[in-house]
């Protein structure tokens, strides 16, 4: 059995200055070798009570709660409705962080943030809200680093159970998401991002118009994978008679 979903990628040819631009590729993927990535959407902040302790840069904005409320838990639903595997990426304060980790001090320069104290558990800021935490038969991995292949059992645990094809959501489209899914590449996982259930951090520059994410998608569509919408996934999904 398979889901049948349109996969979105770009084309760079004849010429850089004139590509011929996004094309779809009819995607197969078994249910038998697919399972769903949800990339860092941690933070007690997407329940309807939001805890204190969410601020600065881990404050959840309305658009990426509704997000996380109206297209990944959707999606997640779609998923475990035909049987897919779910597997959750999530950072984690690593034993191999010390006082001297270059990690460390690279989050106290730009974000303020010293995650030897701020991650120190119990912190709402790495806890999982209830409406998308993760039930007891989906694969928690825990990360140190942006990829949720380096140093951890991604890998392992996924061939473990077949998986040949990775539909991904979450979180950050240039950054933990990004690098996870160029890793994924070099394990030769198929990849599909769900366009619209991921997002990044915006500058001041790139706010307006949304470009950093849009960057991030397009270098996805160039250069890893496929991308599809969370409307397309739930629609393959509805498709299937899993009895």
Request: aromatic share 10%; with cysteine; net charge negative.
């Amino acid at each position: 059995m398979t889901l049948r979903l349109p996969g979105r990628y770009y084309r760079l040819y004849p010429t850089i200055d004139s590509p011929l631009g996004h094309a779809e590729d009819e995607l197969e993927l078994g249910l038998d070798d697919t399972a769903l990535l949800i990339v860092d959407v941690y933070g007690a902040g997407f329940d309807d009570e939001v805890p204190e302790g969410l601020d600065g840069i881990y404050e959840v904005d309305e658009a990426t709660r509704d997000i996380v409320r109206n297209k990944i838990r959707p999606v997640k639903d779609a998923a475990r409705a035909v049987g897919l595997p779910t597997v959750y990426l999530t950072n984690y304060l690593s034993p191999g962080i010390d006082e001297g980790n270059e990690w460390r001090n690279m989050s106290q320069r730009v974000c303020d943030v010293d995650v030897l104290t701020a991650w120190k558990a119990p912190t709402p800021i790495l806890e999982h809200s209830k409406v998308i935490a993760p039930d007891d038969d989906d694969v928690l991995i825990r990360k140190q680093y942006y990829s949720g292949f380096h140093e951890t059992g991604l890998d392992s645990a996924l061939r473990n159970r077949g998986v040949r094809n990775l539909v991904v959501v979450g979180f950050d489209s240039r950054v933990c998401l990004g690098t996870t899914v160029t890793d994924a590449l070099y394990r030769n996982y198929r990849v599909v991002v769900l366009r619209d259930c991921v997002s990044t951090f915006e500058f001041p520059e790139t706010r307006e118009g949304g470009w950093a994410n849009f960057l991030a998608i397009r270098h996805i569509e160039c250069n890893v994978g496929y991308t599809a919408t969370a409307e397309d996934f739930r629609a393959a999904c509805a498709t299937v008679d899993v009895a």
